[in-house]
């Protein structure tokens, strides 16, 4: 409970969001994961992480069966560890804090920087040895790639012959993503030859529905199955390769059942705050006290942001903006804009503000993007319209939209392919309810495919 001035705030606590190895020092665990029981979620050992998990269940850890450890471990002072577990943690007075669930799995880490990287690499490595592409060629096509309007702010590095004999690839969790995403597009020309992109496909699957903002309790069984599978085609295609991560990865199940939807606890917002903060380390030539230069630029920039009028308001803010004479304005555009709002606009010859890109309530809306505009049927198929043009009348913002035609699911390219028959309408950006983020309509194999970020399921 903190007292204010006049109120007080009741909050508890409920779980922290770290990478595994800060979780292990904060909890008291081992902080080792090549050897012993490195999960703190269960008793799995190294050796043990190689068993398919269609014959084998680990046990789960539980508080009470941890205090007993910790207590085997104050009565013998020679014993380093117990299962896995070091002592006791700094935070064991807190209320409500439990070492074994307080620290879910962060979705960042154990996915976007842990496998998805991964298997990337194991894909490019297969398809370079099946002699299906070069290197050099792999450094030209992820180099020269053409990214959509919205995905291009996460483009990734190119990958580097130095990159394969590192076994790594470099970039931003969000560019990692962003590739990972984006592959069977961009190798759509070979990833149907590959072994390794079966385990691509269910990974995948598990985690556009990991990413879910909604989930739903029922997608749980479905989860935990693709987990497991996802595991033993690691075991039967890639076994070296199975890291702890792959373990960290098959437990979301259980992780989501008990804390929700990782995206609400994970590192991805620290990230971005941390990628500041060593900006103003690397520049600020600041040898002496980089916490107090940190501190004080940090201050005045939220101070800049809470000066602003916007912030955590409503607002509108486009960018781009022009005047259109209503005669410049496409002919059937000019049909919708009249049955909507009477003859006498269209043939005024008034004009219009436009924009290409507009802020409404937090929302980024761009002209040539695609969004979600319902999910149709039990299936929860994805309805899409492209956004053509942003007009401004009445001072309400308006969009002419495409209607799209949901055509169908490319497994291969894990997108939906979409195709227009110019039914164009009037979209207001309030009317927007399932999607809120722009997505990138890609052309390839002469199809139009847009990949979603995550599942989509409605809020009831
Ligand atoms: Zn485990």
Not at 93 to 115: A, C, I, K, R, W
Not at 129 to 139: D, E, G, M, V, W
């Amino acid at each position: 409970m903190i007292n204010k001035f006049d109120t007080q705030s009741i909050f508890s606590f409920s779980a922290i969001a770290a990478d595994n190895l800060a979780v292990h020092e904060l909890a008291g665990f081992q902080q080792t994961f090549s050897s012993g029981y490195f999960c703190r979620r269960c008793l799995v050992t190294y050796e043990n992480r190689l068993l398919p998990l269609t014959d084998v269940h680990f046990i789960q850890r539980t508080h009470l069966q941890h205090n007993k450890y910790l207590n085997s471990l104050e009565n013998d002072l020679q014993m380093k560890s117990k299962f896995g577990v070091v002592g006791p943690s700094p935070l064991n007075g807190l209320q409500n804090f439990d070492p074994t669930t307080s620290f879910p799995g962060d979705l960042m880490h154990d996915f976007y920087e842990g496998v998805c990287p991964l298997i990337i690499m194991a894909m490019l490595k297969e398809a370079s040895s099946s002699r299906l592409i070069t290197y050099n060629a792999i450094q030209n096509r992820t180099e020269n790639f053409v990214y959509g309007n919205l995905d291009k702010s996460n483009k990734p590095p190119a990958i580097m012959v130095k990159h394969f004999n590192s076994d790594r690839i470099v970039g931003s969790a969000a560019q990692k993503y962003c590739l990972f995403r984006l592959f069977p597009i961009m190798f759509s020309d070979l990833v149907e030859r590959l072994e390794s992109f079966k385990i691509y496909l269910i990974l995948r699957e598990l985690l556009d529905m990991v990413l879910a903002l909604s989930q739903r309790k029922r997608w749980l069984p479905f989860m935990e199955t693709l987990s497991i599978n996802f595991q033993c085609l690691m075991l039967d295609l890639l076994p070296h390769k199975v890291i702890p991560k792959v373990h960290f990865i098959t437990e979301y199940t259980r992780i989501i059942d008990e804390n929700g939807p990782p995206v609400r606890y994970w590192c991805m917002r620290y990230e971005a705050a941390h990628l500041y903060f060593k900006k103003i380390a690397m520049q600020s030539y600041n040898f002496k006290n980089i916490p107090k230069t940190s501190a004080q630029r940090q201050q005045l920039r939220q101070c800049f942001f809470l000066s602003k009028p916007y912030f955590l308001r409503t607002f509108e803010e486009a960018s781009d903006t022009k005047q259109t004479r209503m005669h410049e304005i496409d002919s059937k555009v000019k049909i919708l804009i009249a049955q909507r709002y009477g003859q006498q606009l269209v043939q005024s010859d008034q004009s219009l503000l436009r924009c290409s890109k507009l802020i409404h309530n937090h929302i980024i809306y761009k002209q040539y993007a695609v969004y979600v505009y319902d999910l149709e049927h039990v299936e929860e198929i994805p309805l899409f319209f492209q956004v053509l043009y942003i007009f401004k009348f009445n001072q309400r913002w308006m969009f002419i939209v495409d209607f799209l035609n949901t055509d169908g699911f490319s497994t291969k390219l894990w997108s939906y392919k979409l195709s227009s028959y110019g039914r164009l309408g009037i979209v207001l950006p309030n009317d927007l309810k399932y999607f809120h983020k722009g997505l990138d309509l890609y052309e390839i194999d002469n199809l139009h495919v847009v990949n979603l970020t995550s599942r989509l399921t409605k809020n009831n």
